[in-house]
């Protein structure tokens, strides 16, 4: 079955440390996102990339970063910058064929505690 | 830029009553729309999206959704609401042939009383 494969579930860090959640598609899409989701606060968007080798910063980039080396892949590295890392984090696709239309399809997402 | 309000942060409902949930959007052109559902701790699923046509849209699980261009809105409802609809649900809006991102709102969680 096609779909977004998050992992890991679960991270725990302690603070300083860098870590990389990982995100993979096999939907054969084009844009990949990663959200980040607080209590009350829905969903806002940290990074989003619409082509292999290109992404852009969201609404609320610092902290973050990305890349984006296969179509497939598209991690996100929280870095010990981001002041407030605890949080659900969300990776996104979309890009169906012969339009995207922006519906995004979601992984089932990534729980970070700081400890 | 565009802009979603969901007014209601938190919904009770008895189970078999009937649901609506509301969403405002805020968009200068035509715009895309959008109706997530989230169990506790997973991810989002897609309930019902409006392109174009019929302003009154069928989803999975017995949702419908009508757009209202007049009134900006695109309420979320269904007849006769199950234990097992008590989630989050978020209303989302991009812009129509565009490559825009999504904008969420902030959600209504729906608590079901048996």
């Known amino acids: 079955d096609g779909g977004i494969t998050q992992s890991p579930k679960y991270l725990f860090r302690k603070e300083g440390q860098n870590v990389t959640l990982s995100c993979e598609q096999n939907?054969?899409?084009?844009?990949m996102y990663w959200y980040r989701q607080d209590p009350g606060q829905g969903l806002r968007l940290i990074y989003y990339?619409?082509?292999?080798?290109?992404?852009q910063k969201g609404d609320i980039a610092e902290g973050y970063s990305v890349s984006r080396e296969k179509k497939e892949s598209f991690p996100l590295t929280v870095t010990s910058a981001q002041k407030n890392p605890t949080a659900f984090y969300l990776c996104?696709?979309?890009?169906?064929?012969?339009?995207?239309?922006?519906?995004?399809?979601f992984g089932e997402g990534s729980r970070l505690t700081v400890l | 830029a565009q802009s979603v309000t969901q007014p209601d942060i938190h919904i009770t409902v008895s189970e078999g009553a009937s649901l609506e949930l509301r969403c405002n959007y805020s968009y200068g052109a035509t715009p895309y729309l959008f109706w997530y559902v989230q169990s506790p701790g997973q991810g989002l699923q897609l309930l019902l999206k409006y392109f174009s046509g019929d302003t009154l849209v069928q989803g999975i699980k017995g949702f419908e959704a009508e757009f209202k261009r007049s009134q900006s809105s695109f309420n979320l409802r269904k007849p006769s609401v199950h234990w097992s609809d008590a989630a989050e649900y978020f209303c989302?809006?991009?812009?129509?042939?565009?490559?825009?991102?999504?904008?969420f709102g902030t959600g209504t969680r729906l608590q079901v009383t048996l």
């Open positions: 989302a809006v991009v812009g129509a042939g565009t490559a825009s991102k999504l904008t």
């Open positions: 996104a696709s979309s890009g169906g064929r012969p339009m995207n239309t922006g519906e995004l399809f």
């Open positions: 990339s619409q082509i292999v080798n290109d992404f």
């Open positions: 939907l054969n899409h084009d844009a």
